[in-house]
């Protein structure tokens, strides 16, 4: 078996979407999936804690993309400003080569609820180091709260719409015009 090739941890998520997607979530195990490249379950486990964790891998560099975008921000910008430069930044991190992936991965997890309720709990930990990072900046409460939940919001209106099929806007322009858009809503109130 091909053990030490580089690249493990890449071609068991490519093969273990593949696998999710063809036959389903439940229906897949890590030892398949281990198979399916080459490799041992045991292998698998090096890489992984489980199969859920294909699929949520990289949560730290997904929310450091966030905060670098509120580092980037202009010292003494106000909360809007800082929530799009964080979206400017997280949508350089979702370039367009993640989109079939993203889009693959999308499907698997909304056939299975306790996806969908791992998918809720990264979104609510985004939101958590946002408004940490908010009130880092000074940012007090309730801004910090509300910069920080909608800058998770945006996020996820963004994202359905960039891996929807036929879909070839950035996820940063398309996140800046949910962002506008939540503008314009906050104005009219």
């Known amino acids: 078996m091909a053990r030490w090739q580089p690249g493990t941890r890449e071609r068991l ?8 997607s063809a036959q389903g979530f439940e229906q897949t195990t890590a030892a ?5 490249v080459g490799l041992t379950e045991r292998t698998f486990f090096r890489h992984f804690a489980d199969k859920r964790e294909v699929l949520f891998d990289g949560q730290q560099s997904f929310t450091q993309a966030f905060l670098d975008g509120v580092e980037a921000a202009p010292p003494g910008a ?3 400003e800082v929530v799009a430069s964080a979206l400017r930044s997280a949508g350089r991190f979702f370039d ?17 609820p306790a996806l969908q309720e791992r998918e809720r709990h990264k979104r609510a930990a985004l939101a958590a180091a946002m408004h940490a990072a908010m009130l880092a900046r000074g940012t007090a409460d309730p801004a910090a709260s509300v910069a920080a939940e909608t800058a998770a919001t ?13 879909e070839d806007r950035t996820l940063a322009q398309i996140a800046a015009g949910v962002l506008a858009e939540v503008r314009r809503f906050a104005a009219a109130g």
Do not use: K, M, T, Y
């Open 13 to 20: 998520a490519r093969a273990a979407l593949e696998l999710f």
């Open 78 to 80: 106000p909360p809007f």
């Open 96 to 112: 367009d080569e993640r989109r079939a992936f993203a889009r693959a991965r999308q499907a698997v997890i909304e056939a299975n």
């Open 32 to 36: 398949e999936i281990a198979r399916s």
């Open 154 to 166: 945006v996020f996820s209106l963004a994202f359905q719409q960039w891996i929807r099929p036929g």
